[in-house]
T-cell receptor
Framework: DTAVSQTPKYLVTQMGNDKSIKCEQN?????MYWYKQDSKKFLKIMFS???????INETVPNRFSPKSPDKAHLNLHINSLELGDSAVYFC????????????FGQGTRLTVV | AQSVTQLDSQVPVFEEAPVELRCNYS??????LFWYVQYPNQGLQLLLK??????LVKGINGFEAEFNKSQTSFHLRKPSVHISDTAEYFC??????????????FGQGTILTVHP
């Protein structure tokens, strides 16, 4: 039973398109995150939500908009995709905001062509 | 601000040999430290964490790490590795307070390859 699941696993799309990545966790956690892993393997936090409220919003272009319909879901919508958006996006969840033990999904490899 | 440096991008070892993966961090506040492992085509999994107390922490799969505050290091060790330990390992730091509270900052990862 997958704890944190992301869909799709792979996403190839053209520049200028709008796409969404979905994330669901069945751990009962109250905090969810989106991380971006770039081509140099650096993982950087993008957003975090606690009880559906945006808590962390790092310097991310406005084209990226997270949506949390409930505590178990945190979706990432990206408008007007650019080549530089190509990366692996990881969703994660934790109990509380301390991120003491974050559980990660498998990642979504986004390729913009 | 905080940062993490993993000093080796790749570490090849033979099966049953000991291994150490090095991690240094910088932070202006007290920190919590973590090691995560990523097996091929899987998400990151927590190996071990240091929050407070004993500086030697033990994790899953026989791994351990030692927090050295004076050297700002948190190196990961295993006395005898198995083929199944082949994976990428990420060191991470989270602030224990301040603006970095609740944020994990990761290093670039170290690919551990265990050869038979």
């Amino acid at each position: 039973d997958t704890a944190v699941s992301q869909t799709p696993k792979y996403l190839v799309t053209q520049m200028g398109n709008d796409k969404s990545i979905k994330c669901e966790q069945n751990l009962g956690h109250d905090t969810m995150y989106w991380y971006k892993q770039d081509s140099k393997k650096f993982l950087k936090i993008m957003f975090s939500y606690n009880n559906k409220e945006l808590i962390i919003n790092e310097t991310v272009p406005n084209r990226f908009s997270p949506k949390s319909p409930d505590k178990a879901h945190l979706n990432l919508h990206i408008n007007s995709l650019e080549l530089g958006d190509s990366a692996v996006y990881f969703c994660a969840s934790s109990q509380g905001m301390q991120a003491f033990e974050a559980f990660f999904g498998q990642g979504t490899r986004l390729t913009v062509v | 601000a905080q940062s993490v440096t993993q000093l080796d991008s790749q570490v090849p070892v033979f099966e049953e040999a000991p291994v150490e993966l090095r991690c240094n961090y910088s932070s202006s506040v007290s920190v919590y430290l973590f090691w995560y492992v990523q097996y091929p085509n899987q998400g990151l999994q927590l190996l071990l964490k240091y929050l407070s107390g004993s500086t030697l922490v033990k994790g899953i799969n026989g791994f351990e790490a030692e927090f050295n505050k004076s050297q700002t290091s948190f190196h990961l060790r295993k006395p005898s590795v198995h083929i199944s330990d082949t994976a990428e390992y990420f060191c991470a730091v989270s602030g224990a307070g301040g603006t970095s509270y609740g944020k994990l900052t990761f290093g670039q990862g170290t690919i551990l390859t265990v050869h038979p």
